[in-house]
């Protein structure tokens, strides 16, 4: 691959509509994913995510603009951008009755160039190696999503595209499913496209995220930004006597900003300024029981954005 086109989002949605009847269901949506990242995709039930996989993929027609796969439209050269995508859109389907060695084998027969040696390093890939000649109705869920993943890359795609993975994982599976995607993007340098409602695990699989609502985006966002949305932090101080603290921090400075909430102190502060208030309140004779950081998380700013109580 050229150095120019390395440097290209692998891919690119440009002004993307799809309409169905009158009924508008995507919504000149337009956003880059980078290449070697995890890429969330967030939004409400029935804010688009699944249709836009789906046009994605080749599932569904484009009714307006263009999808732009490592630099080919999908519109008007299928073949050569379709080349660049490997995909599960729900579930993994396999031959329970074979082995999951067999599955990549009959999988594999149905793409031109794909060696044995491929196959061995897609199963080392995913872990598979200790049970990879076990037939396929002895997997757990997990297994089954790995060894799905598996036959995705098989034709050494540059993206990655999974609707809604971790469905019916539990803990352990879901963790699992984490550190192999960052282990794809480490040592196979390509992106992964991940569709899920689990917004703590996207929070710790994904390095950014593309929030949608009613078929339109909302924002693109570093998961470290995040983050660092807020320049203070909200910090809750457990004290006692706390009419005591109070009066104190409205001596101390009348720009001080906080509130009483239940028992505790919450002031918003500069991450240097909390050992300063600790050392203050200790000095006036007021105890200090506990200190903790109460800043919105990836879900509670998520929500604020799309003002929804419903992730999927």
Same mark, same amino acid.
């Given at each position: %691959?050229?150095?120019?086109?390395?440097?290209?989002?692998?891919?690119? %949605?440009?002004?993307?509509?799809?309409?169905?009847?009158?009924?508008?269901?995507?919504?000149?949506?337009?956003?880059?994913?980078?290449?070697?990242? @995890?890429? !969330?995709?967030?939004?409400?039930? !029935?804010?688009?995510?699944?249709?836009?996989?789906?046009?994605?993929?080749?599932? %569904?027609?484009?009714?307006?603009?263009?999808?732009?796969?490592? =630099?080919?439209?999908?519109?008007?050269?299928?073949?050569?951008?379709?080349?660049?995508?490997?995909?599960?859109?729900?579930?993994?389907?396999?031959?329970?009755?074979?082995? =999951?060695?067999?599955? &990549?084998?009959?999988?594999?027969?149905?793409?031109? !160039?794909?060696?044995?040696?491929?196959?061995?390093?897609?199963?080392?890939?995913? =872990?598979?190696?200790?049970?990879?000649?076990?037939?396929?109705?002895?997997?757990?869920? !997990?297994?089954?999503?790995?060894?799905?993943?598996?036959?995705?890359?098989?034709?050494?795609?540059?993206?990655?595209?999974?609707?809604?993975?971790?469905?019916?994982?539990?803990?352990?599976?879901?963790?699992?499913?984490?550190?192999?995607?960052?282990? /794809?993007?480490?040592?196979?340098?390509?992106?992964?496209?991940?569709?899920?409602? +689990? +917004?703590?695990? %996207?929070?710790?699989?994904?390095?950014?995220?593309?929030?949608?609502?009613?078929?339109? &985006?909302?924002? @693109?966002?570093?998961?470290?930004?995040?983050?660092?949305?807020?320049?203070?932090?909200?910090?809750?101080?457990?004290?006692?006597? /706390?009419?005591?603290?109070?009066?104190?921090?409205?001596?101390?400075?009348?720009?001080?900003?906080?509130?009483?909430?239940?028992?505790? &102190? @919450?002031?918003?502060?500069?991450?240097?300024?909390?050992?300063?208030?600790?050392?203050?309140?200790?000095?006036?004779?007021?105890?200090?029981?506990?200190?903790?950081?109460?800043?919105?998380?990836?879900?509670?700013?998520?929500?604020?954005?799309?003002?929804?109580?419903?992730?999927?």
């Amino acid at each position: %691959m050229k150095t120019a086109d390395a440097a290209l989002p692998i891919v690119q %949605m440009e002004q993307v509509c799809k309409k169905i009847g009158a009924k508008t269901i995507i919504d000149k949506l337009s956003f880059e994913v980078p290449r070697g990242e @995890v890429f !969330g995709f967030l939004g409400p039930n !029935g804010a688009g995510k699944t249709t836009t996989i789906r046009m994605m993929v080749g599932l %569904m027609s484009i009714t307006e603009g263009d999808i732009r796969i490592g =630099g080919h439209s999908i519109r008007t050269h299928f073949e050569e951008a379709i080349r660049h995508i490997g995909a599960i859109v729900e579930n993994p389907e396999m031959y329970k009755f074979l082995s =999951g060695y067999h599955n &990549l084998v009959h999988y594999a027969r149905m793409i031109p !160039g794909i060696s044995a040696q491929r196959i061995e390093e897609v199963i080392k890939l995913v =872990g598979m190696e200790n049970r990879i000649h076990d037939k396929v109705k002895t997997y757990s869920l !997990g297994m089954r999503q790995r060894l799905g993943i598996a036959q995705a890359l098989l034709h050494k795609p540059s993206v990655l595209i999974l609707d809604e993975p971790t469905n019916g994982l539990d803990p352990a599976g879901i963790r699992e499913l984490r550190d192999h995607l960052r282990k /794809l993007t480490r040592e196979e340098g390509i992106s992964v496209i991940v569709s899920s409602h +689990l +917004l703590s695990e %996207m929070e710790l699989m994904c390095d950014r995220v593309a929030i949608i609502q009613n078929g339109s &985006l909302v924002d @693109v966002r570093l998961i470290k930004d995040f983050r660092q949305a807020d320049d203070k932090l909200q910090v809750v101080f457990d004290l006692e006597p /706390l009419d005591a603290a109070r009066n104190l921090v409205k001596e101390v400075s009348l720009e001080a900003v906080y509130e009483l909430r239940g028992e505790t &102190l @919450v002031m918003t502060l500069d991450r240097t300024e909390v050992a300063a208030w600790n050392k203050r309140f200790v000095e006036a004779g007021i105890n200090v029981f506990g200190i903790r950081t109460a800043n919105k998380s990836l879900e509670d700013q998520f929500l604020e954005m799309t003002g929804s109580d419903q992730i999927a």
